[in-house]
């Protein structure tokens, strides 16, 4: 009688999809000249059927600056995709966001899009309203909630800003994604997930929760330097596009100067087999590519060492006193006090705790205990007045 073999499950398969990423010339934030570019990076890029369904768009609003400091996803380019939606079929475009410092029913004026939904009749979400509790997958037990228009979406469109990010060096349709989870409830994921590794592994999770269905970025002006609130606008003149968000994200490192190999949010995305490509040379570019547009002088975070894969693995379930000394080898937050303007709202989303507003008066100032701060650069995104620097060396007591 023939041995009786049981049968092995069966592993996950890693299909390489070709990944193709549309990277198209778009000089300006003209009207007609940015819708005829996405018209142009969708179809190269075979944006999926919509005919019917309802579609929801996520702009990267983080904290609602004004429209000429090119910190948001330019209301040009959301209004060029609704339209393209509408042409093709789409039964109602849902458009939302959920700025960590912003609290319910937030609107988004200063940034256009507020504008741009009623103009082209498109509905503006409010992410705090009715959140779904969610398990984030790989994350050890993490429930998050969700913005429900999750659920009522047939498909997700990710519609970010090209620029660099402190804690994850670039941000990009990947990452926009995290603020599908409502206003403050995001910030105490840092304390949790302190690291980048460990925070990538959680923003993979969420991931594969939203993959989207298509995602474009804004790159016509981008930001370099201390982004993604405080860098600098940089003109590159680009959109990209594709149906693989992680492609689209290892193209922008790519044109930053940066081995996407060597972000951790691309590595987190890669280990959990949520790529359509597994080296970069995989990733197909129909129009421009990627490897032709490199910015050799970008102004890119400097990459610092990566966490031990089995320390950054572990690390969310360390205790809170080992979490810290671990981050205390990363830059620390320096606050320049000529420059605050004491809006208190580093303070209100520090997850450590780490920071208050004393003194009286003119004296009223930040004061800083290191011991708390975790690092993880949520003070510098949220700061409108560009007065914290992320510095190594330096240290200057508030
Ligand atoms: S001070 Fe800034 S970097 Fe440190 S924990 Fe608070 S928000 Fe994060
Ligand atoms: S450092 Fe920035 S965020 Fe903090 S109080 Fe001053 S201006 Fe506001």
Known sequence: MAPQH????????????????????????????????????????????????????????????????????????????????????????LVGDSPGIQGPSFVPRNCGLQEVCEEERAEWCDFTKEPDVRTVPGSFGKRLPFAHALQEADMVFSVAKFKTHQLMYATGTVKNLFGLVPGLHKSPC??????????????????????????????????????????????????????????????QSTIMGYDPLTIPLTQALLDRKLTGWRTPQEISYPMLDANDLVVEDYKRIEQQPSSHLFTSLVLPLFTRVLKLRHQKKQPEPLFDMSRCIRCGRCVRICPGKALSLVGDGNDRRISIDYGRCIRCYCCHEVCPADAIRINSTERTEA
Do not use: Q
């Not at 069966?10 to 999809?17: G, H, M, V």
């Not at 990076?41 to 004004?66: E, F, M, R, W, Y």
């Not at 002006?221 to 968000?245: F, K, Q, S, Y």
């Open 190 to 251: 840092h304390l949790a997930y302190p690291s980048r590794e460990s925070f990538a592994r959680l923003v993979a999770g969420i991931y594969s929760i939203a993959k989207p269905s298509f995602n474009i970025l804004d790159g016509v002006i981008a930001m370099e330097g201390a982004g993604p609130a405080n860098g600098t606008p940089r003109h590159l003149g680009l959109i990209l596009a594709g149906c693989d968000g992680t492609a689209v994200d290892a193209a």
């Open 6 to 93: 049981t049968a092995r499950p069966e592993k996950k398969t890693w299909i390489a999809t070709n990944a193709p990423v549309a990277i198209v010339r778009c000089d300006d934030y003209d009207r007609s000249t940015v819708l005829s570019a996405v018209r142009k990076a969708c179809d190269a890029a075979s944006i999926p059927s919509v005919d019917g369904l309802t579609v929801l768009v996520k702009p990267n609003v983080l904290s609602d600056a004004k429209v000429e400091l090119n910190i948001t996803t330019n209301p040009e380019i959301v209004r060029a995709l609704i339209r393209i939606l509408r042409e093709r079929g789409a039964k109602t475009v």
